[in-house]
């Protein structure tokens, strides 16, 4: 298993080909329009609208391989493989505050590196940093996500009805330039070091 987040007594599991999927929902105690909510995964003490370069995957609902397949440690990408290739690169199109680094597509996921750089404006009379905030999101990495999400789905569901995302993301916060290098060559190789299950 997989463990990708530490609930302090309790956790959650991703499914790997191997076992099935565990997950303990002993930490869902808010609700939220009468409604049972998972805590979200991102950092609290982050701004995901100011400046960053973030690491991201994404995931299709239950591993399913919609993308293509992977021969000779090389991606071929299906139909909807390239339709979530294309709506990679247009992200900043649609977000022109966002520059794209490494990416790739995987049968079941996307990997890739969204920067966030916006212009800064100097107001001496705002707080340099801010946490996040409960409600609409727009112009930070989570709409992004949508948008980037919402696309795929759209144009996959014409030939395939039940293309489906899982619905998290999963991110990272690249601080440095050799965790940016580190990262950008695991996306790179990831076709290569692919073990097909």
Not at 8 to 17: A, D, F, I
Not at 61 to 89: P, V
Not at 104 to 109: E, K, Q
């Amino acid at each position: 298993m997989y463990r990708t987040k530490d609930f302090g007594t309790h956790s959650t599991y991703v499914e790997n080909r191997e076992t099935t999927k565990k997950l303990d929902f002993g930490h869902m105690a808010k609700k939220y329009k009468g409604k049972y909510r998972i805590d979200t995964t991102r950092a609290k003490w982050w701004d995901y609208s100011q400046n960053g370069t973030y690491f991201i995957t994404l995931n299709t609902l239950n591993r399913e391989r919609f993308f293509g397949i992977i021969s000779k440690g090389k991606m071929n990408l299906s139909n909807i493989g390239k339709i979530a290739q294309h709506c990679w690169e247009e992200i900043p199109n649609h977000f022109p505050f966002v520059n794209l680094g490494a990416f790739v597509i995987m049968p079941d996921h996307v990997h890739g590196i969204l920067n966030i750089n916006k212009k800064k404006k100097v107001d001496k009379s705002e707080k340099q940093y801010s946490t996040n905030t409960f409600g609409p999101q727009s112009k930070n990495l989570a709409s992004v996500i949508r948008g980037y999400k919402i696309g795929v789905t759209k144009s996959a569901r014409k030939t395939v009805s039940n293309f489906t995302w899982q619905s998290r993301y999963h991110d990272h916060i690249i601080r440095n330039p050799f965790e940016y290098k580190r990262i950008e060559n695991y996306i790179i190789d990831n076709p290569k070091n692919w073990v097909n299950s």
